[in-house]
């Protein structure tokens, strides 16, 4: 029975170092993903390498093949609501993300007050006055 001294198998130096350069190349793809912070920072993430040693008739030879795969944490998932309905001038059917807690709620942000899909109101008052439409809501407290 061989030694371990007598095998001389390094991974790292194998078919002229490609198997450790595939293995430096995955290691990158799993530390950038375990740094990105869409996925969950405490999912494992694993490599698998693989090695077939296919052994010819007088065995003899040895054709060696690397098989290296990886498994990343998956993105988290996402969510948004969408208000979606039809333009009564145009016919035309809409649809924009809903930003506040609840339809025709408005809000503010750091650039002041939002309709509930993000419009700036002062924009959206402008437009009504250049259309002269009549807001009957318009001095109600």
Do not use: C
């Not at 793809?29 to 494992?44: L, Q, S, V, Y």
């Not at 924009?96 to 503010?108: A, C, I």
């Amino acid at each position: 029975m061989a030694k371990n001294k007598d095998i001389q198998f390094p991974l790292s130096q194998l078919a002229g170092g490609a198997i450790q350069e595939k293995v430096d190349h995955e290691l990158v793809k799993i530390f950038n993903n375990i740094h990105d912070p869409n996925t969950e920072a405490e999912d494992k993430r694993t490599m698998t390498i693989k090695i077939e040693l296919k052994p010819d008739e007088n065995r003899q030879t040895i054709k060696t093949t690397s098989n290296i795969s990886i498994k990343l944490a998956n993105v988290k998932d996402t969510s948004a609501t969408i208000l979606t309905g039809k333009d009564l001038t145009t016919g035309k059917i809409e649809a924009r993300e809903l930003k506040s807690n609840s339809p025709g709620q408005t809000y503010f942000d750091d650039d002041g007050q939002k309709t509930d899909v993000g419009e700036p109101v002062d924009v959206i008052e402008k437009e009504e006055e250049k259309r002269k439409i009549i807001n009957l809501q318009k001095g109600r407290g």
